[in-house]
């Protein structure tokens, strides 16, 4: 799908599906880790000691009320009409300390930094993500744009200038940079003829380059998208690297095309700029092993951030109603197998380069996570050595965040930030489309019990 003229011949895509499907075997042969430490069962709840009385009742409060479908599948109508009844100010005092505190760290840098801070006092690393986003008919003009590139610089220097951790990351929407009407009509594009990844490269340098197949608005506006991204990537660079998230099936290609452009311009001796893959997608692991191919052609570090998926539900729906077919595996036996499968595709080129291959393992799925440390210890990968990392989001799956930082291994949270206002839609999105994740944080819960009735029953023998 991407290449310097981006087109893979369909022998090439045939063995590399048989290469996927060899690395979905041998992942499924070792799914039950025998040489890892008995910790990362994730069973103990001294995890949590590191949280205080009001951080274990309020996580309990937010996971028990993410429990119920019916209040996460309708809880943008709800918080709307939460907002009219209290008011902007009467809302925020509701929010800012239950569903705002658990999962979005403040709104000014004093806020983040001292959330990060204790982030970092854990031996957890920050992820900032400033939760901007457009989908299809959502598009507001070239000032937008603007606005957000600046509060995406804005991110960079937060992220680089506060010593929380080493080497930080941060987490970019196209979308918030480059309209979804116009990603829309480049991935048709594509499909019929592909582009030159070295035309972007010189857009991105500001030359003005005509694309083919769009009008003299459309190319004015991609000219100003890519100028945009490279403004970003020239101030990460050496500083940050910025992982660039996946959306929808309809766009993802005109992602992927940008984001591989600038792969090959700035990583070079590094990966700086990385790609998201959903591995609920039929097609996920025929396009990992294209893009370890496509690396290797052009000389160019790979960043994977490997994901399960977040937008299940409307990718059906929607290719049910346009008669296509359903991009999404059929089961979660599957997405488990796709997803295994492709982290040991990258985890196999990462142990011959580790210099040159990076993957984040962001799941919540804690088989996954075990499987990604088992072949670490198989293929000779250092926990720390900085190629292979796992994350999840904040104030979610902290029994398998802390347990990891704690065993050495290098963890990310996801951490999105803005006021109140700026970050509801977000929170809503994520809610919706992690309704399978929080609906399944039962073992969570428990675990958060069991420390604040291990709590309660100590100072009552104190007492």
């Given at each position: 799908m991407l290449g310097s003229r981006v087109h893979l011949s369909l022998p090439l895509l045939s063995v590399l599906r048989q290469m996927g499907t060899t690395a979905a075997r041998t992942v499924t042969a070792a799914r039950e880790p025998e040489l890892l430490s008995a910790t990362l069962a994730f069973e103990d709840p001294k995890a949590f000691q590191v949280k205080t009385m009001g951080e274990l009742l309020r996580a309990l409060g937010v996971f028990r009320l993410c429990s119920f479908p019916l209040l996460v599948n309708n809880c943008g109508t709800l918080m709307s009409i939460a907002r009219r009844l209290l008011g902007k100010r009467g809302f925020s005092l509701f929010v800012r300390p239950t569903v705002y505190a658990q999962f979005v760290a403040g709104e000014n840098e004093t806020e983040i930094f001292h959330s990060m801070q204790k982030m970092s006092l854990l031996g957890l690393r920050p992820m900032l993500?400033?939760?901007?986003?457009?989908?299809?008919?959502?598009?507001?003009?070239?000032?937008?744009?603007?606005?957000?590139?600046?509060?995406?610089?804005?991110?960079?220097?937060?992220?680089?200038?506060?010593?929380?951790?080493?080497?930080?990351?941060?987490?970019?929407?196209?979308?918030?940079?480059?309209?979804?009407?116009?990603?829309?009509?480049?991935?048709?594009?594509?499909?019929?003829?592909?582009?030159?990844?070295?035309?972007?490269?010189?857009?991105?340098?500001?030359?003005?380059?005509?694309?083919?197949?769009?009008?003299?608005?459309?190319?004015?506006?991609?000219?100003?998208?890519?100028?945009?991204?490279?403004?970003?990537?020239?101030?990460?660079?050496?500083?940050?690297?910025?992982?660039?998230?996946?959306?929808?099936?309809?766009?993802?290609?005109?992602?992927?095309?940008?984001?591989?452009?600038?792969?090959?311009?700035?990583?070079?001796?590094?990966?700086?700029?990385?790609?998201?893959?959903?591995?609920?997608?039929?097609?996920?692991?025929?396009?990992?092993?294209?893009?370890?191919?496509?690396?290797?052609?052009?000389?160019?570090?790979?960043?994977?951030?490997?994901?399960?998926g977040a937008y299940m539900d409307k990718e059906r729906k929607l290719a049910q109603k346009e008669g296509r077919h359903d991009?999404?595996?059929?089961?979660?036996?599957?997405?488990?197998?796709?997803?295994?499968?492709?982290?040991?595709?990258?985890?196999?080129?990462?142990?011959e380069q580790p210099e040159r291959y990076k993957i984040i393992v962001a799941t919540h799925n804690e088989a996954s996570v075990r499987v990604a440390a088992q072949r670490m210890v198989e293929l000779g990968i250092r926990k720390d050595g900085g190629s292979v990392c796992f994350g999840q989001l904040l104030g979610m799956c902290d029994h398998v965040s802390l347990t990891l930082a704690k065993e050495g291994y290098v963890i990310y949270k996801s951490v999105p930030y803005g006021s109140v206002d700026d970050t509801l839609p977000y929170l809503v999105r994520r809610a919706q489309e992690n309704r399978t994740v929080l609906q399944g944080i039962r073992k969570e819960r428990d675990l958060l019990r069991q420390e604040l009735h291990r709590r309660l029953k100590h100072k009552m023998g104190t007492a």
């Open positions: 993500a400033v939760p901007i986003e457009e989908d299809l008919g959502e598009s507001t003009g070239e000032k937008r744009y603007e606005n957000n590139m600046e509060a995406m610089l804005e991110c960079v220097h937060i992220s680089h200038s506060n010593a929380w951790s080493k080497d930080p990351m941060m987490q970019l929407k196209v979308t918030a940079l480059l309209s979804p009407e116009l990603c829309v009509k480049l991935t048709t594009l594509m499909a019929q003829k592909p582009y030159d990844l070295n035309e972007l490269i010189r857009a991105m340098d500001g030359e003005p380059i005509s694309f083919h197949g769009l009008d003299e608005k459309e190319n004015a506006h991609l000219l100003c998208g890519l100028r945009r991204l490279n403004k970003i990537a020239e101030a990460s660079v050496n500083k940050v690297r910025v992982l660039v998230d996946a959306e929808y099936t309809y766009m993802n290609p005109a992602l992927s095309l940008v984001t591989m452009a600038m792969m090959k311009k700035f990583n070079k001796n590094d990966a700086w700029i990385w790609n998201t893959y959903q591995c609920y997608l039929k097609e996920s692991k025929s396009l990992i092993l294209e893009a370890i191919s496509l690396s290797k052609k052009e000389g160019f570090c790979l960043g994977v951030k490997l994901v399960r991009p999404i595996h059929n089961s979660w036996e599957d997405t488990n197998d796709s997803y295994n499968g492709s982290l040991n595709a990258m985890l196999e080129v990462i142990s």
